[in-house]
Structures are given as structure tokens and as C-alpha cells.
């Protein structure tokens, strides 16, 4: 494509891990590339800084992974998390994702991102998932790396303001100055909007200022945004998120894996008026943490305790923040803000109901890990909601390109990671998947942008 | 009292980091502490003592971290560590009265660095400049006993090794204090795979190789320069040491004195380890000078760089007196490199040098936790 007005071959909006493997494999097909992301240096990388492992097929042990994990495994858990979002996902594009995800490891190990040997003791086993060694920044550094060592330009600070996708090749309008940049093709790879409080508010309303984001306070969505207004596909659903239950403490951006709360099925959960609201036993394994978040989300003033004893509080990880502790529940309650009374009560009727590691007769239930609340001193976490990510994207064809409503394609125009992982996930989530999407959607993308600008 | 505030202080900030790394853990493939961590529900004082001179100072972590600065959680565990390190260091120093006394950074543990060694040659040059004749000192000496002509034997032996005896019964007393304060070892562990595990630690620096592609020397890009330099010196100090067991040898077993012909072993393991301690001492000189400040405790630069210096003088004045040895700069350099020896030895147990057993001590414990399934 002959551009005379191009800055570049291949134009990337975002800075993690999507945005790099896009940058990478469109420079080498060859492609100059400019990447363009918003965060400052320190704080580059998107929420892939967070991550620690991916998901990916494999029929036969490989250096990363143990065991096998075939196509058809990875389709039915990924059909298991979709659940009743399932018809909103794109079939076809699942399928290749899992199979292009096989040797997607093996690509980034290619530029420079080291990852847990399979065999490694001190990682917990999983025959799903390759783990980083370091982590997510580990491999953003890597990718970065690699990304300027094959010639990349790559601009910090440079947040994104406005797309421009109707005349002519694609381009964007950057920085406080508006500066224009035009491409001869262009990936979207800037992630969702959960930044974006205001856009959080459209949905949840007032409860949306109680949240926390345990990501990059970068992912603001202003390119999404402008490529819905543009008419791009819609993919996902706008009020529901992926969101996790934090300790109470957790700064408002950046919290990523640390703020989790462990404790909540051991103890007993309330609400800021004292009274238990849901089975803290329903859900005991790692999607825990999801369970919370949907249900603390929904609790007025979007506020929950965790609330254990001596005796209970060896059975699970501390948070990183200390426990509110009090030697009787009532001293608990005023600490917490909660009435005495009331606290005191929920307490004693759970305690009397309790026997078996069960409860009987109150309502709701305690169906697992039910153990009386009764060693002092007394502790204690306040509960928010942590969102990870949004669950609204853009639908994109197996070449990666953003497609109309008519279910035509934008010329040139490219979208990875988590802005279309709808397409994939719809609103579902499955550990480790995300980064894949991203890894594999990003080199997809980068090599459709790279062909498309050079024909 | 003000230095208690500190330690306090130092304490609380790394136990804070240490619990943070707890949580998160992605740096586990790193190195050994993060396993260690990992068994350890919360951190108490001993788990402090233990985990930071399990730390090697490779600073992968902190350019891993997700919580580093600018995050709010400020979170700089190369830094912290080093710190409460530095605090064992005195904490265990023998004799114990030295504790509150000895100047382990910044500028006045320089000054005590180079006050002790420069009486150290002091020690050495002033009786010489006294009692050996002019002639004899400045002139050119050579064939069998031409060093003793200078300094009798029995003054280097004697001195020498009243300041080695001295130094090793402090660095061990002080490492005996230190592995009480790691806590009571594990029980059912057996030492002797563990001591294998640990020796086989130490010799190969398994824990500054970063899970196989290195550590961050200087950025966020992974190298093995830290190591390789590492091992030039470490090795290198122990060539000098054999050539020096062989010379005891030749002159008191065989009854060939010094010095010895260029092909001889003392020279050749001497020559091969100076090279090694000047490759070793510049090479970690200037790593240190370039890397990124912010993982590094800067306070602890100084003592860091003083140890290099003198080991680095000490390898420069050997390999000086082996070239020169024929000429009339022999007795000169003689008693220059002889002085810094001296000094070497001195501050053994009060230098930077005590990171060497204290380190072997913490990955023997870590090897006796794996092994006694902590």
C-alpha cells in the first residue's frame, strides 16, 4: 500500500504484552513499526505486569508444561466459562486461538521471555498453564527488549486520544497536543476501560466509586471506545467485569495479586450492617476469589467483612494489610463500624448453628469449612471488589481485523489481547487465558498489519 | 537510642517487603529465598537473619517487581534485604563488644578499612625501614631466601598468623552466633547431602544465575557478568591460598625457599590467581559503579568497594613483586604487598568478607529445609 502521509508501516496503540507481540511480529515481516503507549516507562507493560502464567494447548509434554492438554480439553473448559455467555462467542475463532496457542511459548521464548521449566518444585503442578519466571514485568522487560533490539520505535506517555478510520489509512490523535499519526495499518491492543470510572458509573452507578482496579490506571478504553463509535462490532457485554474479592486497604490502581483475599470460605462473611449474606463455604477452590468479587459487588456500599478467630486464622494466608482484632466480637463491631448488637447476634446464631463443619437451620447456610467463631482475639478484613478487566470488545475475523456490524472489515485496521478477548472468553474467565489471547492474537495481528501495509 | 531505632526500623521494612513477596511469589524461579519464604507463614526475626544472607544482592527481583517504585507499595527487597544483612553483620560480630562500635557503612567503615590496613603496613614497612640496611632494601635481591633477607620468616609467620589466628576464631564465633540467630535448624535434615547441596551452591553461585539466563547487573537485561567476575575472584583468592600451601611445603617440608622459578606450582597457581583477583575486583568495581542505584542500599556501597579495593591491591601488589622481583623495587613491593595481606586478614571478620561464610551458612540451612521438609 502506497501511503506518502504514513509515519509508519504499522501503527500499535497499548503497551503490554497484546501491543508487543503485535510490534514484534510486524517488524519481523519486516514491517516499521511505532508503539505507542501510555503509561510512563516505570509503569509500562498494561495489566500483562500482573500476570504470571498462560494457557496453551499441547498434545505431549513440553520444556514449559507437564503433562498434555488437548484442543478439546482447552474447548470444553473454555465452554464452561462461558456458560450463558456462550452464544456470544465466536466457535471458529476459539478453535484457532487453541490451536495457535501450542506453540505460542515456544514464539516468546524466541524473543527473549524465559519461562519455569515444567518440571520446576517450587511451581504448583499444572498441566494447563507455562508459568514466567519473574512473572508479568519479567516478560514485558523481556518483550520490550526485544521489540527495540529488532527496531521498534516506542513512545511512552502517549495516551491515545481519538481514532481516525474514515478517510484514508488509519491514524491517531496523541498526547495533550492532538499530534497525528497515520499508519498504513493499525492494532488495537489498549485493553478495556476499567480505568475509566466514569464509564464504570454508566453502569454500576454510584457503587462504581467503591471499586478498586488491580491493574493499570492506563487502560481508560478511549480506543475501544472510538472503534464501537466508528461501528465496530461489539463483543462481550459492558456491565460485566472480571473482578476479584481485595482486601479493603488495596490502592485504588495496581493492587494486581497481592490484595487478594484468601480467608473469606474459612470465617464468616457480613455486610456493613453485621448479617451474613451468602455460604461462605459454596466455593473453596481458586475461582473463590471470582465468587467474592460478584457477590461483594452487589453488597450495599459495596463493603463486606471477613470475620475469623485465633483458631480460624491459621487455616489461611494472612492479608499483606493486618487484621482489625478486638477481644469480643462487640469490640470487633465498633471497630468495624458495625452495630454491636447485630454482629453479636449473626455470630451467635452461626455459632449455635454450627456443628460438623456445617451449619444447620440458619439461613443462608454455611455448607463447608463451618467452625464456630469463638477463640479470641477476634479479627477481621474489610472487603472490596478488585476488577481485573472489563468484559467488552470488538469482534475481529481470524486475521485479527475489527469488523463492522454489517460483518465487513476495517481496512488495515487490527485489534488484540484483551479488546476482543470477548470474542474468545465472552464474559467468562479462565485463568491464564487472557495472556494467550493477547500472545497470540498480538502476533496474529502484527502480521496482518505487516502484510496488509506492504500490498 | 538511635542506631536501635534504625534496626527497628530496617526490620519492620523488610518483614513488610518479605510479606508482600510472600503473597505474590511470581519471583520463586529466581533464587532460594523465595522458595524459603514460601514455607514461612509469617516472618519472625530469625527468618530475617536467615533470608537476608540467603540473598545474593542479584536484584533480579526488584526488576521483576510489580510493586517496585513509583507503586505506591514502594516495594524494594534487594535494598531491604541488604540492610538487615548488614545489620546481622554487626549483630553477630565477634567479640561481641564490638557490635554497637564497628562502622559497617558509608564512609567511616571506609576509614576504619584503611586506617587498619595502613597500620597493617605499617607494621611490616617500619621495623624494615628500621633494622634492614639500606642496601639490602633497596637493592637488587634474588635466589633462594631473597625475601627473607628483607623480612625474616619468622616475623612473617609469626605476625601473620597471630592476625589469621585472631580472624578465624572471630569469623567463626561470629558465624557460630549467627546460625543460632537463623533459629534452631531443622530437625531431621541430614547435614551431610545438605552440606553437599550447599558447597555445590556456593562453588557454582547457582543462586546469582537468575533460574538459568543471569541476574540484572545493571538494568532489567539478565547477564552472567556478576558471576563470571565473582568466580574470577573467589577462585582466584583461593589460588593464592593454594600457592601459598604449596610454598609452606617447599620451604618447610622440602626445604626450598622462596622465591620460586616462574614454572614452579606456587608461582603459577599465585600468578593464575592475582590475574584472577584483578579480573575479579574491576570487573565487580565496575558493575557496581553502573548499575541502576535504585535496587542498591547506597549506604553500603563504600564498605562494598573498600574490600575490592584492598583485595584488588593485594592481588596487583603480588603480581608486582613477581614482575619485579629481579629489580631493586623487590623489597619495596615486598613489604607493601606483605602489609596488605596483613590488613586483609585483620578485617576479615569485620568487613564486607563476612558475606562469605554467612552466606555458605544461610544455604546450608536452606539446603537442611529442603531436605527436612520444613
Redesign the interface.
Known amino acids: 500500500m502506497a501511503c506518502a502521509s504514513c509515519d509508519c508501516d504499522v501503527l500499535v496503540v497499548g503497551g503490554g504484552s497484546a501491543a508487543l507481540c503485535a510490534a514484534i511480529a510486524a517488524r519481523r515481516a519486516g514491517a516499521s513499526v511505532l508503539l505507542l503507549e501510555a503509561a510512563p516507562k516505570p509503569l509500562r507493560g498494561g495489566n500483562a505486569r500482573h500476570s504470571r502464567n498462560m494457557r496453551v494447548m499441547h498434545d505431549a509434554p513440553t520444556p514449559w508444561v507437564r503433562g498434555r492438554y488437548p484442543a478439546d480439553d482447552y474447548h470444553a473448559d473454555l465452554r464452561q466459562v462461558t456458560g450463558a455467555a456462550s452464544n456470544t462467542i465466536d466457535d471458529g475463532l476459539a478453535r484457532l486461538f487453541i490451536d495457535a496457542s501450542a506453540d505460542i511459548v515456544d514464539w516468546l521464548a524466541g524473543n527473549g521471555v524465559r519461562f519455569h521449566s515444567g518440571t520446576d518444585e517450587v511451581l504448583p503442578y499444572s498441566r494447563k498453564t507455562a508459568f514466567f519466571l519473574g512473572g508479568g514485568k519479567a516478560l514485558v522487560n523481556a518483550l520490550y527488549a526485544a521489540a527495540e533490539g529488532l527496531g521498534v520505535a516506542i513512545r511512552y506517555d502517549s495516551t491515545v486520544r481519538a481514532l481516525h478510520l474514515r478517510d484514508g489509512p488509519p491514524a491517531v490523535a496523541v498526547g495533550d497536543a492532538n499530534a497525528t499519526i497515520r499508519a498504513k495499518a493499525l492494532v488495537v491492543a489498549s485493553g478495556g476501560f476499567q480505568a475509566d470510572f466514569g464509564g464504570l458509573r454508566q453502569q454500576w452507578g454510584e457503587a462504581a466509586g467503591e471499586f478498586t482496579v488491580r491493574g493499570t490506571p492506563h487502560a481508560t478504553g478511549i480506543p475501544l471506545k472510538a472503534l464501537l463509535e466508528n461501528g465496530a462490532e461489539p463483543a462481550g457485554a459492558a456491565d460485566r467485569y472480571h473482578w476479584v474479592a481485595v482486601d479493603g486497604r488495596a490502592p485504588l490502581f495496581d493492587g494486581g495479586i497481592v490484595t487478594r483475599l484468601d480467608g473469606l470460605p474459612h470465617g464468616i462473611v457480613v455486610d456493613r450492617d453485621g448479617r451474613r449474606f451468602a455460604d461462605e463455604g459454596a466455593v473453596v477452590g481458586p475461582s473463590r476469589y471470582t465468587a467474592w468479587g460478584e457477590l461483594v459487588a452487589r453488597c450495599p456500599g459495596v463493603t463486606a467483612f471477613s470475620v475469623f478467630d485465633a483458631a480460624i486464622a491459621e487455616r489461611f494466608r494472612p492479608s499483606i494489610f493486618p487484621p482489625i482484632q478486638a477481644d469480643s466480637i462487640g469490640g470487633l463491631a465498633s471497630a468495624l463500624g458495625i452495630a454491636p448488637q447485630t454482629l453479636e447476634s449473626t455470630v451467635a446464631a452461626f455459632n449455635a448453628a454450627t456443628s460438623g463443619g456445617t451449619t444447620a437451620g440458619i439461613r443462608p447456610p454455611k455448607t463447608r469449612l463451618a467452625a464456630p467463631v469463638a477463640v479470641p482475639p477476634f479479627g477481621a478484613y474489610p472487603v472490596r471488589v478488585g476488577i481485573t478487566s472489563t468484559c467488552l470488545g470488538v469482534r475481529v475475523d481470524g486475521r485479527a481485523r475489527v469488523l463492522r456490524q454489517d460483518g465487513t472489515a476495517f481496512e488495515g485496521v487490527h485489534a488484540a489481547g484483551v479488546i476482543m478477548a470477548p470474542n474468545i472468553l465472552g464474559t467468562g474467565y479462565l485463568a491464564g487465558s487472557a495472556m494467550s489471547i493477547g500472545a497470540v492474537f498480538g502476533r496474529i495481528a502484527g502480521r496482518e498489519a505487516a502484510t496488509h501495509a506492504h500490498c | 537510642m538511635p542506631i536501635a531505632d534504625d534496626a527497628h526500623r530496617i526490620a519492620a521494612n523488610a518483614r513488610r517487603a518479605l ?2 513477596c ?3 511469589q ?5 533464587c532460594a529465598v ?2 524459603a519464604l ?1 514455607t514461612r ?2 516472618v519472625s526475626a530469625e527468618d530475617l537473619t536467615f533470608l537476608s544472607n540467603l540473598c545474593h544482592n542479584c536484584r ?2 526488584y ?11 514502594d516495594l524494594n527487597l534487594p535494598r531491604s534485604l541488604s540492610l538487615v544483612r548488614q545489620q546481622s553483620y554487626r549483630d553477630h560480630v565477634w567479640p561481641p563488644l564490638l557490635g554497637g562500635r564497628l562502622p559497617y557503612a558509608g564512609w567511616p567503615a571506609v576509614a576504619v578499612m584503611v586506617a587498619v590496613v595502613l597500620s597493617a603496613v605499617a607494621l611490616v614497612a617500619v621495623p624494615a625501614l628500621l633494622w634492614v640496611p639500606p642496601e639490602t632494601l633497596y637493592g637488587r635481591q634474588s635466589g633462594p631466601g631473597a625475601f627473607y633477607r628483607l623480612v625474616p620468616w619468622k616475623a612473617i609467620v609469626g605476625v601473620a598468623g597471630a592476625a589469621m589466628s585472631w580472624s578465624l576464631l572471630a569469623v567463626g564465633l561470629g558465624v557460630a552466633s549467627f546460625w543460632r540467630g537463623m533459629g534452631p535448624a531443622p530437625a531431621g535434615a541430614r547435614l551431610w547431602p545438605a552440606l553437599r547441596e550447599a558447597l555445590s551452591d556456593a562453588a557454582t553461585l547457582r543462586n546469582l544465575g537468575g ?3 543471569g541476574c540484572n547487573d545493571r538494568n ?3 547477564s552472567q557478568a556478576r558471576r563470571h567476575f565473582h568466580h574470577a575472584l573467589s577462585y582466584g583468592v583461593a589460588l593464592c591460598f593454594a600457592s601459598t600451601c604449596v610454598a609452606t611445603v617447599y620451604d618447610h617440608l622440602l626445604g626450598w625457599p622462596a622465591p620460586y622459578p616462574p614454572a614452579s606450582l606456587p608461582v603459577l597457581f599465585g600468578s593464575l590467581g592475582g590475574v584472577g583477583m584483578v579480573v575479579g575486583t574491576v570487573g565487580l568495581a565496575l558493575l557496581k559503579l553502573r548499575a541502576d542505584p535504585a535496587p542498591v542500599a547506597a549506604s553500603l556501597t563504600g564498605a562494598d568497594c573498600a574490600l575490592l579495593a584492598l583485595l584488588f591491591l593485594v592481588a596487583a601488589s603480588g603480581l608486582g613483586l613477581l614482575a619485579l622481583r629481579e629489580t631493586a623495587a623487590m623489597g619495596p613491593l615486598l613489604l607493601v604487598h606483605l602489609g596488605l595481606v596483613l590488613g586483609w586478614f585483620a578485617t576479615l571478620p569485620y568487613s564486607k568478607f563476612l558475606h562469605a561464610p554467612f552466606r555458605f551458612a544461610a544455604l546450608l540451612r536452606a539446603a537442611m529445609e529442603r531436605r527436612g521438609g520444613r
Open positions: 510479606e508482600i510472600n503473597a505474590c511470581f519471583c520463586d524461579g529466581y523465595f522458595p514460601k507463614r509469617s533480579s527481583c526488576h521483576a517487581c510489580q510493586y517496585a517504585p513509583p507503586h505506591v507499595f533460574g538459568g539466563a532489567e537485561r539478565f
